[in-house]
Nanobody, 122 residues
Framework: QVQLVESGGGLVQAGGSLRLSCVVSGITFSGNAMGWYRQAPGKQRELVAAISSSGGTTNYADSVKGRFTISRDNAKNTVWLQMNSLKPEDTAVYYC???????????????WGQGTQVTVSS
């Protein structure tokens, strides 16, 4: 059974930082790409960042480039999303996902976490 458990969400003021974590079990973590999606109320779900299985390739939404960093530790089965210079428009539920890299980029990852709320106050 594949499980993705996110943590690290919360309430932060604009300009602040948060670090999301996602621990994965039930799959060969090092063989899968990882991604973070988000969905704000009334908006479509969007890909925030993705990282290849080795960590050598990353992809970011234009809206977060230069502010967010995705990273992973294959020995710990963990992926992180470091979010700096947060803006109110970053407020959303953030979901951890895993699958092949292209599946994540194309919005079709097979596995999803339960999500963690990030709220940025102005």
């Amino acid at each position: 059974q594949v499980q993705l458990v996110e943590s690290g969400g919360g309430l932060v003021q604009a300009g602040g930082s948060l670090r999301l974590s996602c621990v994965v079990s039930g799959i060969t973590f090092s063989g899968n790409a990882m991604g973070w999606y988000r969905q704000a109320p009334g908006k479509q779900r969007e890909l925030v960042a993705a990282i290849s299985s080795s960590g050598g390739t990353t992809n970011y939404a234009d809206s977060v480039k230069g502010r967010f960093t995705i990273s992973r530790d294959n020995a710990k089965n963990t992926v992180w999303l470091q979010m700096n210079s947060l803006k109110p428009e970053d407020t959303a539920v953030y979901y951890c996902t895993t699958d092949r890299f292209l599946s994540i980029l194309h919005g079709r990852p097979a596995y999803w976490g339960q999500g963690t709320q990030v709220t940025v106050s102005s």
